[in-house]
């Protein structure tokens, strides 16, 4: 049987920014090696900047060597010569800018359907709901290390349970690093910054507040709200609540059509109990399968990744009989291919499951056959769902997962499921 559980707490929220470090030269740098180059501009005084035969040509991106020249972004690429005579200049390319964009967005899309593309180069995830008994700080190094061996560059990744201080957090120290904002962490981390370093605060601002005598994030934060709202009104209290650390403002996300859906969780500890394994591909099938109805889409295609405690990936995919987005029959298969590659004993760090050929609910060809008991279980599917979409994902939990971490509450409902063999 499976067992769902469906609690009334209310999680915090659980909100990463991703952050690409120096993107516009990281990205025409990893495009070069890529070429054959034998240069990596990240590591030599370089700029990304405009035309240089015209006096309007500017510096739009610089390597960290450029910036110690005192090379900054915004300046002409005739200062930025004065500096340093030697500097390499490259010019802006934004389709390869867009392309690596969209492969930063690809692959957090396998974390969280809810990203809010902030800019060219920096994302809001939501992770509230996809966190599978995982927590948001293992996601961020996972991302991390995921964006560096997979896509070739880096990113900042900062950690925390609003956008507002999740942002302040990947300005923190860089490049290519994780840091947490939580809100025990405001009056050390973020209270001895400057008033400039708070976001959204404009620079005309910052000499108004000066002339109050308030030069840090922590001295805005103890001033008196109520005059700074007499002094700049609605943006007063705006300000006062930012450096307090408060932002109940939501990822702004469009759900696209996916070509494909997966996830995958990297385990707190190596795990060699093939029953263990198949209890987190069943949660991971949950959520894809979840995310499957969500869209309005089922899938062709199962593929079982299994990554060892010496890094060492395999993978497995199988073609469906039919169409589906049903978690019971998608599991059965999965579990299938999971017995198919593990080898009794291997310590496992990692296990993902995804879904793909995806095709929208309407076009699937109807069978003669199964039709009945297909029903009956999209039946059970649409009734979980609806309690996820009402109560929050992790609110109706398997109480398989116990073992897992879960703890049950005392006033919890319960949804039963025959499960798979």
Not at 178 to 188: N, P, Y
Not at 264 to 286: G, R
Request: with cysteine.
């Amino acid at each position: 049987m499976i067992i769902y559980i469906i609690s009334g707490d209310i999680m915090e929220r659980q909100i990463l920014h991703v952050d690409v470090n120096n993107a516009f030269l990281s990205w025409t740098a990893v495009e070069m090696l890529r070429k054959g180059s034998k240069i990596d501009i990240r590591e030599i005084p370089a700029v990304i900047g405009g035309d240089e035969t015209k006096r309007s040509g500017i510096v739009l991106a610089k390597s960290p060597k450029a910036k110690m020249f005192g090379i900054s972004t915004g300046e002409t690429l005739y200062q930025a010569r004065m500096k340093c005579p030697g500097i390499r200049v490259y010019p802006v390319n934004f389709k390869l800018y867009k392309e690596n964009s969209n492969k930063l967005y690809k692959l957090l899309l396998q974390y969280t359907d809810k990203i809010e593309r902030f800019s060219i180069d920096e994302c809001f995830l939501d992770m509230s709901d996809y966190l599978i008994g995982d927590t948001l700080l293992n996601k961020a190094y996972e991302i991390n290390k995921r964006v560096k061996s997979e896509l070739g560059f880096t990113v900042n990744v900062g950690v925390a349970h609003n956008k507002l201080l999740a942002k302040m957090a990947s300005d923190f120290t860089k490049p290519d690093r994780v840091h947490t904002l939580f809100e025990e962490e405001i009056k050390t981390k973020m209270w001895p910054l400057p008033t400039s370093e708070l976001f959204m605060l404009g620079r005309k601002t910052i000499p108004k507040l000066y002339n109050m005598r308030i030069k840090t994030i922590g001295q805005l934060a103890q001033t008196d709200k109520e005059l700074l709202v007499k002094k700049f009104g609605k943006h007063g209290l705006m300000r006062w609540e930012y450096a307090n650390g408060i932002d109940n403002s939501e990822v702004q996300y469009k759900f696209e059509k996916p070509k494909g859906i997966g996830n995958s969780t990297t385990l707190a500890v190596d795990v060699n109990d093939i029953t263990k394994l198949e209890e987190i591909l069943l949660v991971l099938t949950e959520q894809v399968t979840y995310r499957l109805r969500k869209y309005n889409m089922l899938a062709n295609v199962v593929n079982v990744q299994l990554r060892t405690k010496d890094f060492k990936d395999k993978s497995h995919q199988r073609k469906l009989s039919e169409a589906t987005s049903n978690t019971k029959f998608i599991y059965a298969e999965a579990k299938v291919l999971l017995h198919e590659m593990y080898k009794i004993g291997t310590p496992i760090r990692l296990i993902g499951m995804r879904v793909d050929n995806l095709i929208e609910k309407n076009e699937k060809q109807l069978s003669l056959f199964g039709e009945q008991d297909n029903e009956k279980q999209d039946k059970i599917d649409e009734v979980v769902d609806s309690l996820k979409q009402k109560y929050g994902f992790n609110s109706i939990t398997r109480a398989g997962k116990l073992s897992l971490g879960t703890v049950l509450n005392d006033n919890s409902k319960v949804v039963t499921e025959n499960r798979p063999q």
